[in-house]
């Protein structure tokens, strides 16, 4: 049995969650290949590293002395050592990187070596080996991951190594330079070494017990939710459910391995699953998730025989690819099409836009509406469960608002919604209420 855990910058951020983090770790002795963040908030108004580094690289770049300004992230480092009572200077360290900054290394750079010092000291503290990220995770020139080099690559140095901290978020550029994931990165990492490792399980330690069934923000306590499949979790993390980064899930769905989201402050919760598939699913609720979003707009097309016309949708969605834009969904009617995108994404283009269609497809008329909010229902339940879609419009009408679309992905795992945007916490609500008596 081989785990695979990943700790974030929240379970990381001082020597009394190192603590947490090597007990968690050594009470389970397949728990071999371990992936830290950067240290990250240790109360509401602290800095995370990353963002110390991210600072750093910017005051160079406006010539500014960052003498002082990176004593800070030394003593974060210097004082987990310390703190932790280990044996061991990392000041060369410090200084070679502090130099390095100077010598305006690059942004990226700067950004890793938050997750580099943290690897070397948590792999010095549980006697594990290290292993650079920047030799095992790979770049293509075009910038883009390169996953069957980083696969085989890692892979075998996996091999080599009983028990290894592989830190997270960063590899290398062909050319040697440092390269970054997106923000919250390490996920990806995390991901990739389970996959490289043939894990059973990778596990993700964050500061929270699993995924909620909604935007607790929004909706009063709501449910956790113990299991969740991979196509799920995409149908919602896509409607912004962020615990994980999205694009965590490819490398190990990829290989079949299961995710479990873990708290490190509550190590006995069993937190969330996240799995290729289940056949069991909460027959009292049916579904898995709610999950919405705000700043949506519509753009509303109509034109006489539309339907029968080959080649219209082809030539209205050319359009949108000409400016760069991504739909998010497309319900149509007999004679209208109606195309939902990101409100932002219309920026300085709605007119030319606009224009275009009306003259390319020859349409009588289009137009644009803003203020619209997307919920997506999501349940591997609704395959079998009859009556869903039903009792999901009845929630929304009988809370007194009106949908303005309806969306039922072919998967038949979700169910979206659009309505107004200010009916937007209320219809959530209304919805939640409906499943979760
Ligand atoms: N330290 C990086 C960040 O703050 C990556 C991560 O935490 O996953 O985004």
Redesign the pocket.
Known sequence: MIKVVKF??SSLADAEHFRQVASIIKADPSRRYVVP??P?KRFKDDI?V??MLYTCYNMVKNQENIDEYYKNIAERYNGIIKELGLNFDISGELEYIKNALQHRSGRDFA?SR??YLNGIILAKYLGYDFIDAENVIFFKDNGTFDEELTNDVMREELKKHERAVIP??YGVMPNGTIKTFS?????ITGSIVARAADADLYENWTDVSGFMMTDPRIVDNPCSISTITYRELRELSYMGAGVL?EDAIFPVRYANIPINIRNTNVPEAAGTMIVASSSDYDAEKIITGIAGKKGFSVITIEKDMMNSEIGFGRRVLEILEDNEISFEHLPSGIDNMSIVVSTASLENRREKIVNTILRNVKADSVAVEDGLALIAIVGRGMVKAKGTAARVFDSISNAGINIRMIDQGSSEISIIVGIEEHDFEKALNAIYREFVK
């Open positions: 974030g910058g963040s950067a990250g995370k990353t963002d950004a938050g997750e997270g978020f923000r919250g990165g390490s996920d980064h």
